[in-house]
Structure formats: C-alpha cells, structure tokens
C-alpha cells in the first residue's frame, strides 16, 4: 500500500504535461523546420491565439531557406497582398543603394533637392547618409499629438498628400544636420523622390511613376520573384516609399532572405554586400538603428522596437505601422515575416511572442 503511495506520488511530479495542439496546429509546420515540430507549432499558434497581441494575418517562417512554417488568418492566404507601412522604408533604402552603387548619387555629397541648395539654406548640408540614418535635423516629428497635426499625417493624408516629398522638402530644419536622431516616414519620402528624380528627371506625373515601377520591377522585384510586390504613389508620381508597398507574406519573406544574403539571390548581387553591411550598421545618433533598419541593440531610450535582451546581437527587422515585422537573423538562419494588426499598447507582448521564435532555433 505504502510502496503504490509512493509511486502514485512519483507519478505526479514536476510540471504538468502542455496541452494537446490545437486541431490543426501542426499542419502549418514543415516536416523539417529545423527544430521539434510541436515546439515550433505551439509558438506559431500562439501568434494567432494568444490574448493581447493583437490579429496575426499572415506568417511565414524561413529556417536556411526553406519555409518552415506558413500560417494565415481567417479571410487571408499565401496570396493576399498586405501593406508593409514601414517595412516600405527597408525597400527604399535598398533602391537607393542600387543607384548609389550605380555611381548616380554619393552617399555624403549634398542630398540632390533642389530647394535645398540655394545659397544660406542649413539644408543643403543634409546628406543622403544623414537621410538614411534619420538624422535630417527637419521638422519631421513622427506620431506627434494631436495626430491630426503629425507631420506624417500631414504629409500622407492632409495638406502634404498631393505632393509628398514636395511637403517633407519644405519643412524647416529644428536641429543641425547629423545631430540628431529622429526616425521619420517623411524623410523616407524623400529618399524615394530624390530616386525618382534620378530616374525621370524633370518627368511629369505619369511618367514618373512608370518609371519608378519599371525600375522597381527591373532591379528588385522581378529578380527576387516577388511578384505581388507594388506600391502606391501620389499625385506627384512619387513612390510612397516610407509607408505603401505592398506585398503578399511570401514576397515579404524573400525580400527578407535577400537581405540575409547581403543583397544577393541565387548568386546574383543586386546590391553590393557592403550596402546591406551599411544599412545593418548603428547610426551615430541611434544605436538600434542602421539605415531604414532597426537593430537588435538597445536604444539607451524608452524605445524598444526588437529584444535586445534576449539577442541575438545580429538581428535585424524592418517594422511597420500596427505591428508589421520582417525579422532577419543571420547567425541562425532565420527570416521571419509577421502581418497583422496590433495596437501599440500591445506590441510588447507581440515582440515577446516573436522573440520565442527565434530563441528555439540555435546558432547555425
């Protein structure tokens, strides 16, 4: 009696065992993702199902190339094409590298606008490199209240929405250029316009946003096989380069595996690897940001847009508007692209959950 007493005690220690998997959990899992299946469906499901971090649409997880995981919402699948917000910026950055690489525009030269440029302007000692990095010194507050009065709002939506860039141009500068850091969709505009620019000079409306398309497609989209990559422009022919291109999760994902090869794809460089190197390296006023990139460093802020707690050092995300994530983790061989819908005062748990993605993979 003593001895089953014992047994049935034995038989009852430790933690109890998790949960069955939710009915179908394990069929959005690859064969091989890389690490146990259950584990990896169990904080996939969470993505979807855990309270408080918003609506997961879409996700899509690469393990050195391959998917091992793909999953999407109710009224949403592997074609639907979402907006990136933010995530836009990562792709303009890498346009821009393209015609740096060109020899068509010099990363510390003056940035080519041409209001900037007149004799005694503080803005004409603006840079590209100072652009890149969001550290203008412009007028360009992001998420400022009232919202209505954001420049960003302003600019997409309001008084600036007819002509974008040409709005984001015009703003007066509050700080010396290159002192300070202040991430911006408006400056991203800007990034696209001096492209287009480059691309139609003195071209009107229609042809400027057909050239832009066409090199879009020539030079990133086309290659990468991203089919449903397009964006949105202005009335100004400009390209919505810091907030609207859109992509289904797929494409997302292989603009994130391209990255983690250092701009190349099947062996192809479209972009010089010293490019992506510079859009991964800490801006000198901001050291969780590249160039349109975020770091997995810690801001030395109130600001905590990856987990830099928990590593890897390596990480790097392009992040969009209500919780938009495209995580890239070289030293583990991870792409991670998450879409969906949550609110600020949830993205922290959204990133925890994130950030249990990437902790079950090790170092490759």
Avoid at 5 to 17: K, Y
Avoid at 204 to 229: C, H, I, T, W, Y
Avoid at 311 to 324: K, R, T
Wanted: aromatic share 6%; glycine share 10%.
């Amino acid at each position: 009696m003593l001895c089953g007493l014992l047994l049935a005690g034995c038989a009852q220690s430790g933690p109890p065992p998790p949960p069955p998997l939710p009915e179908g959990a394990l069929e959005v899992i690859s064969e091989n993702p890389g690490v146990n299946r259950e584990t990896l469906a169990r904080a996939v499901d969470a993505l979807f199902t855990r309270e408080g971090i918003g609506e997961t649409r879409a996700l899509v997880v690469m393990h050195r190339g391959e998917v091992a995981a793909e999953r999407y919402g109710e009224g949403f699948d592997a074609e639907t094409p979402l907006v990136g917000w933010s995530m836009s910026k990562t792709v303009t950055a890498v346009l821009v590298g393209m015609l740096v690489a060109d020899g068509r525009l010099q990363l510390d030269g003056p940035a080519p606008v041409a209001i900037w440029q007149r004799a005694g302007d503080p803005r004409g000692e603006i840079t590209l490199r100072h652009l890149l990095q969001m550290r203008s010194g412009l007028r360009h507050d992001e998420k400022s209240e009232p919202v209505y009065t954001s420049p960003e709002v302003r600019m997409m939506f309001l008084d600036g929405s007819a002509d974008m860039a040409g709005w984001a141009e015009a703003q007066p500068p509050d700080h010396a250029a290159g002192s300070t850091f202040a991430y911006s969709t408006n400056t991203s505009t800007i990034l696209a316009d001096i492209a287009t620019n480059l691309i139609a000079p003195d071209a009107p409306p229609d042809e400027r946003q057909q050239a832009m398309e066409l090199f879009l497609n020539s030079r990133l989209a086309v290659p990468l096989g991203m089919k449903s990559m397009r964006g949105e422009y202005d009335a100004a022919g400009t390209l919505a380069g810091g907030s609207f291109i859109w992509a289904n999760a797929r494409d997302w994902a292989r603009f994130g595996e391209f990255l983690r090869h250092g701009g190349s794809v099947k062996g192809a460089q479209l972009v010089p690897r010293r490019w992506i190197d510079f859009m991964k390296s800490e801006s000198p006023r901001s050291p969780d940001y590249g160039a349109q990139l975020w770091l997995n460093r810690s801001s030395g802020e109130d600001r905590d847009e990856l987990f830099a707690e928990q590593g890897p050092g390596d990480a790097f995300a392009a992040v969009g508007h209500l919780g938009q994530y495209m995580i890239v983790v070289p030293s583990r061989g991870l792409t991670i692209v998450r879409l969906g819908k949550t609110d600020q005062e949830e993205r922290k748990a959204l990133v925890d959950a994130l950030a249990e993605i990437v902790a079950l993979y090790p170092a490759l």
